[in-house]
Each structure stands twice: as structure tokens, then as C-alpha cells.
């Protein structure tokens, strides 16, 4: 790769920019030393790496700033990405520019400038300071340690000072830095969960690593979308290197950044972004960021050489690795300490690799440099060659400590499968590590698995079928079963007759007889003749097939979410009423599967918009087109065509994309209501009505900051929540959140019912008539951003607030938090002296026990249903006065029916 001149570099950097906007100060030229030449033999990860090595000197100026990316807002500086990504460049060789960027940032003090003076930015940056000074010779080390001194004391100070008064502490990611540096070791079991935690929810099947997962609450990412960070995959690559995993930890630097699934390099001139959506696109913050190529850089250099920069009793640390499917790397012109050292690894044999490290002495280093290598320590002189012991990644290494072992295998098991761990012997460390990998091992295996089923177009062998309940009327002989089938797979595995018939014995041997047969995605629009032909192979096979849509790629973008469609312009309106004409012409019923909603603001929508919000203008838009558009084109196709509209679980923001749960609801003939697998609780559950707690939402309302989706964790406060678009007069007692404080329904509640308990939340409380609470059983919820801090409140509080909760009910309940109880009724008609049904539910990470006393009631010994199955037999129940005391394994739901006694 050509290396352009640096401001002709900058300006490709930053788009638009013409040459000399820069300002005199960006530097380079011929006499900058240059990074060392990094060679790993993927050749898409050496074209990033070099890549990488120009980008961070791109965006490094004379005077030491780091400028962190490249969109206008991104176009600051920043002491945490600057540290981040001279890191890097230190580490490949550039001391010079980390030499510049620290010196700055003592003179400046501060922590950045741009904003966000943040308390980890100057630890981030002591941190580098540290790794800077253990590459120095060792003269040049002392004379950079005096100088940075004063900043270092100055924030060192700092923390002391947050730390005593508020408690507050720093958990750095610095243990690969050095030994005893994290504040939290790779041994530590509290570190294990969270690896394991990250590997079950975030690691994507490429190897790349989500910044976070599905969030509907998200004003960036409503829809679920989890992006992933090239600097997250960079850091598990480092903590790979210190579990001894060195194919993971090359792994995710291959598969997960440099062959990104989707990302374009050659296209984005292999800029880094700073995440890209999980299709390889980059995301729209920003299209370069410059501690992604930094730490790129960083993981690369550490992996490469197994590099320890201050082992004990030696100058450096060794263990170079040769990665899968490389035949040799090397990095040549390698400063450290006053040496240049050139490594070169080789493969000696299949699963074996040797390492050759030649040195030159220059005028600041030692006489000689003492080397560990395996347990060893050797000297290596000027102009001399050794060899060291070298790893190749597709060989199982060792990690880098043993401690806590029982516990951390105990914690990876159970976080990944879910299921107790194989006893073990406890003094066996080793065993306990192999438990590990095998938990590991397991887990990629299944994920790859269905990952693999997926792009064979058989996602549904894959991944279990999507159970619902029908939103049709239940049909006589029970519960009804249904999932879908994509558009897509009807030009894919439902293209042929073999696949047609696999999918018929799928539903057979899974139970389903109802299938959702999909002919608009994302913008593709199956053909007739295949849909045709795919209804009928499953009417003849006795399932039931209805048709769907799910109208994401549809017409004219949304100016906000690509998925979304703008439903002010014609165009979208022609394509809507052409792909449900198509639809109803074929099916009887046709559901919408989610989507049906917009966050466009483009000048059409503005303009039709006229005076009215946000929320009032989508709703009425897409009730609009709902009725034209949708309905009447489905209906001038097929008279009687039944169209389902299915809504998202996005509750709280539905008003502000448009969907508008009463009118929509009062326009289409059905609503969808899905249950995720519960067959045989369904079951018990029909014909009962919940009791409990009222809890109301009323249509399109907007909750108080801080009580966006409360209801998502508020049924773990282990009160029975009833849902209800208004507080009904005849509610024992009721949840009043900012939801329904200022409903006409509520005062009307809280004024002819004064002696019934009441839970209000503090968002709540203000806009309540006054008055209200006086004289009545009332408790209030403070509730936090950070959920877990409600529902981690001692038992003696929760069992108090549930106490004033739960007396009109006759129940009463002591559990921790993150425990749901649910109450029903007696079923209609059953004269068998039914005396309801109930629920407890446990989302705790640990076995517990609940105490539940229903006045006059008790649970029935048979039909206990255990969900999953697997835990059936660690639940115990035993009787304590008038109590069922019940011992709930980790994440366990327990459900019975009730007897009167």
C-alpha cells in the first residue's frame, strides 16, 4: 500500500477539508519515524494494520492533539480516545507521537476539549503515561516520569478524594498493561461472569462483539438494533490473550473486524468506523474514529509478540503467536528501551511454531536485554539472535493464572447453558479450566449451529418455532400454534419442493398448525406463483395458512430509522396498496408484522404536519393510511380479507413513531397477542381473569423522564399486576406511575376508594389531586434510572410495601426483589370447587426461597407446571402454618392451581 503525504492523508480523513484547512501545525514529513512494519499473514489484518498505523498519524498534530474522528461533531480532542489511540501507535513503534500527545495534555491539565470532562479520562490517560514509560530506554523513563509527575499527583489526588467521599472507583482496563494492574483480575470470578455474560448476549457470530444489546427504550436504536464496536473486539482479543485462548483472541481480530461481516474496507478505505450495524454498515456517528485503528493496533502488537512489557525479573516479556491459518509473522523494526528488535515467527510443524528475535542496541539502551520467554530468562546482545519458545493459536495455551478456578467454571457454566456444572474435584484447577473451555466450546458450537441453519434459509429447524396464540377466535380443540416464514425464504428454502416438505414435517413434529406465510420484507416482494404454492402444500398437509407482511424497506426511507418508510409520500402509498392487494388476494387473513410506524421528518412530513406535534401528526397519518391504503386496497382485492395488526413491545414510544393503540385497534379487525412458548400454561390460563394490582397505561401516554418501559421490570417487585388502560372502580388497589397520574379515571379511583392501598411513584406524586394519599395504605417508589436499585432494595422493605399491597387480596408474599407473582381467578364454569391460579417466577441469578400465604387458599399438590422442565425437580415445597414455602431454583417460573383449604 502507497503511503500518500500526510495532509494529503488528513484531508481524505476528513471530508471536505481543502489542503492547508488543517492549520500549519499538522506534521510530517520525511524525517517522522516511521511505525514498525507489522506482518501477521492474514493479509485483510495487515492491510487494516497499516492502514491503521497512517490513520493515527493522520489525525496527530504537532502540538500533541489527537483528534478523535472525522464527522463534525467527532472533530474534538479528547485525553480518553487520544490515550486510546496513541496506545497503539506507541505499541507499533511511534513513541514520538505519544512523546508529543502527553506533553501536551500536562501543559493543557484538563481532559479534553469538546466537552465531556469525564472522571475516567485522566485515568485512561495516566495508564498510557505508564505503558509509555515502560517502553522508553530507561534514562529517557526517568526524565518522562519527572515531567509527568504533577499531572499524576494532581489526578491521583483527585480520586482519593471521589473515592472518600463518594466511594466512588475507577475499574480500569489495564490488566493486560501489567501484572496486578486491573482492579479487577482475569481471575477474579466477578470478571469470569462477565466475560461469560458478554460471550451469551453480545458476541455475534462473526466474532465481533455488540456495543449493547436490543433496546426499544434506546432514541438511537428502538428497533433492536446492536451494533458492534471494531474497538469491543479489539479488547476481547485482549482478554482472550490473558485466558490463554489465543484462537478466540485472533479470532475476533480476523473474523470480527478485519473480515467484518458486510464492512466494506477497500470501499471505506479501510477507515475504521466507530461501530457498524450488524449487517456491516457502518453507523452513522461517526465514519472514522481513531482509537478503533488504535487499538487495532494494540491487540495486534500484544498478540503478536505475547508481549508483557514489565515481567518479573526481566526487561520484557515474550511469547509470540503465529495465527490460524498463518504460516509466518513478523514485526520488524520494533523499538523498546533504547533496542530495535525484529521478531519473526515461524511454523515448525503442524501445531507448532518457532520465533527468531534479533536485536541492535542503540545508544540509550542497556548492555543487554533480558528476555523471559517460557519460564526462562535470556540475554540477548547487540547484533545477536535468539529463539523463543513460540504459540500457535489453533494450540490450546495455558492461561495466566489459576485462582478461584471451582468458582469461575461454576459461574461460566451455569451463565452459558444454563444448567448445574459436572461435579468436580475441587483441587484440580486445570479441570476446572477445561470445564470452562467446554462450556465455551458448547455454547459456539449451538450458536454456530442455528447460525449455520439460518443462512441455509431453515431458520425455524434452527432456532425452535416463534409460539403464539392465534389472534383468531382459540379454535375448539385447543390452543392454536403458528410461526412465520419469511419473504425471503420463499425465494430460498421454500423455493423448492424438498424444502416445502421439510417445513411441512417441521410443523408436524413441533406441533405448529397455523403458518404465517410472509410475501413483503424488506423490500423484496415474493412472487404469486410461489406463495401460491407454498399455501397450498400446507393446507394440504392440514396447517392453516395466512399471509404477512412486514413492511420495513417499503417505498420512500424514513429521514431517521432506514428500516422505516415515509408514509407521507405517494410513492410509499402505491407500494402499500400493491403489496396488500397482492397479500389479500391470496390469504383470507393477513397479519402486519410490526413496523407499521415512522420517525420520518422529512420536508414532505413537515409540511404536512402543519401545527400538530409529532405524535398527533404520525398517528394520524398511519390511521389514515391504514384505512386507504392498507384496508382499502386489501379489501377491493378480497371483501372479507381479516387484516392483523401486530404491535412491537415498544409501549412507551408507540405514540411518538405513530401507532396509535386505540384508534388502530378500533380501525383493524384483530390485534396480535403473542405467547413465547408457554403452550401448556395457556392452556391452564383460559377462561381465568388476572387478579391484583391495577396497573394503567392509557393509550399514546407519555411517561416521566427516568419511567420510560417501568412496567418491563416493575411485575419483579413481586406485586400481580393487572394491565389496564384505566384504573377500573371495583381495583382492590392499584400502581399509579406519571402514566396515568393525570387521567380523569384515576382522581375518579383515588376519590371513591379511600381506605385501598395505593403504590405511587415519585414522578407520580405531583400531579395527583390533593389530598389523595392521606388517610389510605399508600407506599411510594422512588424509581431510579438503574432499575436493578429499586428492585434490590432489602426484603424487609419489599415484603413491607407488598404488605400494604397485597392485604385487599388476602395475599400475602416475603421473597427478595426480581420475583413476579401472578394471581387468576377460578375458571368460568368449572364447578369443581376451582380456586384459582398462580405464578411465581424467579429472575434471580441464585436459588431462593418465597413464602406465599393466600387467605383460605392453597396450592393444589398435582399439575405443578416447572418452566424450564429441567429445573422440575429442584423445586420443594413444604407447608409453614398457613404458608407455602417454596424453593425456586434460578430463573425458574413456577405456576399452580389453587384449592380452597
Not at 501507535?89 to 481532559?111: K, Y
Not at 530468562?377 to 500457535?392: I, K, Y
Not at 387458599?857 to 414455602?885: K, Q
Request: charged share 25%; proline share 7%; glycine share 10%.
Amino acid at each position: 500500500m502507497e503511503v500518500a503525504a500526510a495532509a494529503e492523508v488528513a484531508v481524505a480523513v476528513f471530508p471536505g477539508a481543502a489542503p492547508g484547512e488543517l492549520g500549519p501545525e499538522l506534521a510530517r514529513g520525511p524525517e517522522a519515524p516511521a511505525a514498525a512494519a507489522i506482518r501477521t499473514g492474514v493479509a485483510e489484518l495487515d492491510d487494516l494494520l497499516e492502514a491503521s498505523a497512517l490513520a493515527v498519524e493522520a489525525n496527530a498534530f504537532a502540538s500533541g492533539v489527537i483528534v478523535a474522528g472525522s464527522d463534525i461533531w467527532y472533530k474534538n480532542a479528547w485525553i480518553r480516545d487520544g490515550t486510546y489511540a496513541v496506545l497503539g501507535a506507541d505499541l507499533a513503534g511511534r513513541r514520538d507521537l505519544a512523546e508529543r500527545f502527553f506533553r501536551f495534555w500536562i501543559r493543557e491539565g484538563g481532559f479534553s476539549w469538546g466537552g465531556e470532562n469525564e472522571a475516567q479520562q485522566p485515568a485512561i490517560a495516566i495508564l498510557g503515561m505508564r505503558v509509555h514509560a515502560l517502553l522508553l530506554p530507561p534514562e529517557d523513563a526517568r526524565g518522562f516520569l519527572r515531567e509527568v509527575y504533577p499531572y499524576v499527583k494532581r489526578y491521583a489526588d483527585y480520586y482519593a478524594g471521589r473515592v472518600e467521599k463518594e466511594g466512588m472507583i475507577m475499574l480500569a482496563r489495564s490488566e493486560v498493561f501489567g501484572r496486578g494492574l486491573g482492579a479487577v483480575q482475569v481471575d477474579d470470578p466477578r470478571f469470569a461472569a462477565t466475560q461469560a455474560w458478554i460471550r451469551r448476549v453480545l458476541l455475534q457470530p462473526d466474532r465481533s462483539i455488540s456495543r449493547f444489546d436490543g433496546d426499544p427504550a434506546s432514541p438511537h436504536y428502538p428497533g433492536g438494533e446492536w451494533p458492534v464496536w471494531p474497538i469491543s473486539s479489539a479488547w476481547a482479543a485482549q482478554v482472550e490473550l490473558l485466558r490463554g485462548r489465543l484462537d478466540r483472541a485472533w479470532e475476533h481480530l480476523v473474523s470480527g473486524v478485519a473480515r467484518k461481516r458486510g464492512a466494506d474496507h477497500p470501499g471505506a478505505l479501510r477507515q475504521l468506523p466507530e461501530q457498524w450495524r450488524l449487517d456491516g454498515r457502518p453507523v452513522r456517528t461517526t465514519r472514522f474514529l481513531t482509537w478503533s485503528h488504535g487499538e487495532l493496533l494494540t491487540s495486534a502488537v500484544f498478540l503478536l509478540l505475547g508481549l508483557d512489557p514489565e515481567p518479573e525479573g526481566a526487561d520484557l516479556g515474550l511469547r509470540p503467536s503465529l495465527p490460524p491459518g498463518s504460516s509466518g509473522t513478523s514485526i520488524a523494526g520494533w523499538p523498546f528501551r533504547g533496542w530495535t528488535l525484529d521478531v519473526e515467527v515461524l511454523r515448525s510443524a503442524p501445531g507448532a511454531a518457532r520465533a527468531l528475535v534479533r536485536g541492535r542496541r542503540g545508544p540509550e539502551g542497556p548492555e543487554t536485554l533480558r528476555i523471559a520467554a517460557r519460564g526462562r530468562v535470556l540475554e540477548l546482545s547487540d547484533g545477536a539472535r535468539l529463539e523463543v519458545a513460540a504459540r500457535d493459536a489453533a494450540a490450546p495455551g495455558p492461561p495466566v493464572r489459576f485462582g478461584a478456578s471451582a468458582e469461575r467454571s461454576r459461574l461460566a457454566w451455569e451463565i452459558l447453558l444454563g444448567e448445574p456444572p459436572p461435579a468436580l474435584d475441587a483441587a484440580a484447577p486445570e479441570a476446572h479450566e477445561e470445564l470452562i473451555r467446554r462450556a465455551e466450546d458448547r455454547f459456539d458450537a449451538e450458536r454456530l449451529r442455528a447460525e449455520r441453519a439460518r443462512r441455509q434459509a431453515e431458520l425455524l429447524a434452527a432456532l425452535g418455532p416463534r409460539a403464539a396464540t392465534s389472534a383468531g377466535p382459540p379454535p375448539s380443540e385447543g390452543l392454536r400454534v403458528a410461526t412465520l416464514f419469511t419473504a425471503q425464504e420463499m425465494r430460498g428454502a421454500l423455493a423448492s419442493q424438498e424444502g416445502r416438505d421439510a417445513a411441512v414435517a417441521w410443523c408436524r413434529r413441533h406441533g405448529v398448525d397455523h403458518a404465517f406465510v410472509e410475501s413483503f420484507r424488506d423490500g423484496y416482494q415474493a412472487e404469486d406463483a410461489t406463495l401460491e404454492v407454498v399455501r397450498d402444500r400446507f393446507a394440504r398437509a392440514g396447517i392453516a395458512a395466512s399471509g404477512c407482511i412486514t413492511p420495513t424497506g417499503l417505498g420512500k426511507p424514513s429521514t431517521g430509522w432506514k428500516p422505516l418508510s415515509c408514509y407521507a409520500s405517494a410513492q410509499t402509498q402505491a407500494r402499500l396498496r400493491d403489496v396488500f392487494a397482492q397479500a389479500a388476494r391470496l390469504f383470507d387473513e393477513v397479519m402486519i408484522d410490526d413496523f407499521l410506524c415512522t420517525d420520518c421528518a422529512c420536508e414532505e412530513c413537515l409540511l404536512a404536519r402543519g401545527e400538530e406535534g409529532w405524535p398527533e401528526y404520525r398517528m394520524r397519518l398511519l390511521r389514515e393510511v391504514g384505512a386507504k391504503d392498507i384496508l382499502g386496497a386489501a379489501r377491493a382485492a378480497r371483501p372479507g380479507v381479516r387484516v392483523i395488526v401486530k404491535y412491537p413491545q415498544w409501549y412507551d414510544g408507540f405514540h411518538d413513531r405513530g401507532y396509535d393503540a386505540a384508534g388502530e385497534t378500533a380501525l383493524y379487525p384483530a390485534i396480535w397477542v403473542g405467547l413465547e412458548g408457554l403452550r401448556e400454561l395457556a392452556r391452564r390460563l383460559r377462561g381465568r381473569a388476572p387478579i391484583g394490582v391495577a396497573a394503567a397505561k392509557p393509550p399514546s401516554s407519555q411517561p416521566a423522564k427516568g419511567e420510560e418501559y417501568l412496567f418491563d421490570h416493575a411485575g419483579m417487585l413481586g406485586l400481580p399486576l393487572v394491565p389496564c388502560v384505566a384504573i377500573p372502580g371495583e381495583a382492590p388497589a392499584a400502581l399509579i406511575t406519571s402514566h396515568a397520574a393525570r387521567a380523569e379515571a384515576t382522581a375518579a379511583w383515588l376519590r371513591a376508594a379511600p381506605g385501598r392501598p395505593v403504590l405511587v411513584t415519585a414522578a407520580a406524586e405531583p400531579h395527583l389531586p390533593a389530598g389523595a394519599l392521606g388517610g389510605r395504605p399508600a407506599a411510594r417508589l422512588e424509581w431510579k434510572s438503574d432499575a436493578r436499585e429499586v428492585m434490590e432494595q432489602s426484603r424487609d422493605v419489599l415484603d413491607g410495601m407488598r404488605g400494604k399491597l397485597l392485604a385487599p387480596l388476602g395475599v400475602r408474599l416475603s421473597a427478595p426483589g426480581r420475583v413476579a407473582l401472578d394471581l387468576f381467578g377460578p375458571a368460568e364454569g368449572d364447578p369443581g370447587g376451582d380456586a384459582g391460579f398462580a405464578a411465581l417466577e424467579s429472575f434471580r441469578d441464585e436459588a431462593i426461597e418465597v413464602l406465599l400465604e393466600l387467605a383460605g387458599r392453597r396450592a393444589r399438590d398435582e399439575g405443578v407446571i416447572v418452566l424450564p422442565p429441567s429445573r422440575r425437580p429442584e423445586v420443594r415445597r413444604e407447608r409453614r402454618g398457613g404458608a407455602d414455602a417454596w424453593t425456586i431454583p434460578q430463573r425458574t417460573l413456577v405456576a399452580f392451581r389453587l384449592e380452597r383449604g
